[in-house]
Nanobody
Framework: QVQLVESGGGLVQPGGSLRLSCAASGSIFSIYVMGWYRQAPGEQRELVAAIHSSSITNYADSVKGRFTISTDNAKNTVYLQMNSLKVEDTAVYYC???????????WGQGTQVTVSS
């Protein structure tokens, strides 16, 4: 059974940085895309950043230039470096891994990121 374990969330002041990590336990094959989503209170879950098996990345417009997604494929780990954080980045952040042809769709439990002075 595959589990995604996230870490790195917390409280940070505006303008600060955090690095989220998501490690997958168990064997995963044929990963199509690894990504980070977030959900603020009263809002829908939204895609923040994703990295495909081709190494192509895409970002939400609101985080472009501030957030960077990367992976360590040997460790089945995906990271999200978040810089210049804003109050509006406050949300629960979820890690997601999808397989080719929708073979699987794994989610982490979520990690809280709070940006506040």
């Amino acid at each position: 059974q595959v589990q995604l374990v996230e870490s790195g969330g917390g409280l940070v002041q505006p303008g600060g940085s955090l690095r989220l990590s998501c490690a997958a336990s168990g064997s995963i094959f044929s990963i199509y895309v690894m990504g980070w989503y977030r959900q603020a209170p009263g809002e829908q879950r939204e895609l923040v950043a994703a990295i495909h098996s081709s190494s192509i990345t895409n970002y939400a417009d609101s985080v472009k230039g501030r957030f960077t997604i990367s992976t360590d494929n040997a460790k089945n780990t995906v990271y999200l470096q978040m810089n210049s954080l804003k109050v509006e980045d406050t949300a629960v952040y979820y890690c997601n891994i999808k397989g080719f042809s929708a073979r699987y769709d794994y989610w982490g439990q979520g990690t809280q990121v709070t940006v506040s002075s």
